[in-house]
């Protein structure tokens, strides 16, 4: 990958060596604050996923499609959080907190992989659900562990697709107004900001990614669960209920794709992000 050319005010162009992430802000006592809170968060998170791993793994009782594809999450949740948060926590006490230009467009691609992911790996155990409570009979037929390797194959391939295409056209533009990222991580909407070139495609083929992502995902989980209301509604008897409602296992969340890159990009985002 080339790297961009970066304009000093001058009509003299210079390589783009690498980017300077702002981050937060703030004082000394701020900077610590927020160590503070995001380091035992991070630690809980990597606990939790570890955990539900080695559980799962373990304990062959849980060998079903239902935990094969909640381990998978957890390991694409735990390398999410790692993907961000360790340099995020590094870049608050260091002074230059300076990026690479290829660490930067690795730590975008991995983001761009690993949200796709957790976003259809949703969808397919909203799926899952759905034939173990719609079609109980043929759910181990249906459900098989090829079919699951297969499902979360296809999870990762459509991931690495979304995340070739948004690294690759966000790192074609020229950087030419400045290398300071408006954010603690390499993403889409600051880096897109800081491109002297009009950046109009890039904005629609971005939008149109993430929008197909949340329409698929968000239209799966809701006609899933929509079946399995109606057929826990349809049951006669209280205690066949609580069979399939506890079968259901965990609802799954409403995925977070990547964004579309706004207009302007402000520190008034940073709220929006942290919470992803």
């Known amino acids: 990958m080339a790297k961009p050319v970066h304009r000093n005010g001058s009509l ?3 390589s783009l060596q690498g980017f300077v992430l702002v981050g937060f802000g703030g004082d000394a006592e701020t900077q610590a604050l927020l160590f503070a809170v995001f380091l035992p968060l991070y630690m809980l998170t990597v606990l939790g996923n570890l955990t539900m791993i080695t559980v799962i793994t373990l304990d062959a009782g849980l060998h079903s499609p239902m935990y094969f594809f909640l381990k998978n999450l957890s390991f694409v949740d735990l390398c999410l959080s790692s993907v961000i948060v360790p340099n995020a926590l590094a870049n608050i006490f260091s002074s230059s907190k300076v990026t690479s230009f290829e660490g930067c467009a690795t730590q975008l691609f991995l983001f761009s992989l690993l949200g796709a992911i957790e976003a259809y790996l949703l969808a397919v155990m909203a799926y899952d659900r759905f034939m173990a409570i719609c079609s109980p009979l043929r759910y181990s037929m249906n459900m098989s562990p090829t079919t699951c390797a297969s499902l979360v194959l ?8 979304n995340a070739i295409v948004q690294t690759s056209l966000t790192f074609q533009l020229p950087f030419c107004s400045s290398n300071h990222i408006n954010s603690f991580f390499c993403d ?10 009009d950046t109009t495609l890039n904005e629609l083929v971005m939008f149109g990614i993430c929008g197909f992502i949340v ?12 079946y399995i209301t109606m057929t826990i509604f349809r049951m006669q008897s209280g205690s066949g209920r609580h069979v399939v409602i506890g079968a259901a296992g965990c609802i799954p969340r409403t995925p977070a794709a990547p964004r579309p890159p706004p207009a302007s990009f402000t520190r008034n985002n940073y709220t929006d992000t942290v919470f992803f």
Do not use: E, N, W
Request: net charge positive.
């Open 154 to 161: 296809g999870t990762f391939c459509v991931g690495c697709l």
């Open 188 to 197: 889409i909407p600051p880096l897109i900001k800081l491109a002297c070139a």
């Open 12 to 14: 003299q162009a210079v």
């Open 215 to 226: 329409v698929c995902t968000v239209l799966v989980i809701i006609i899933s669960y929509g």
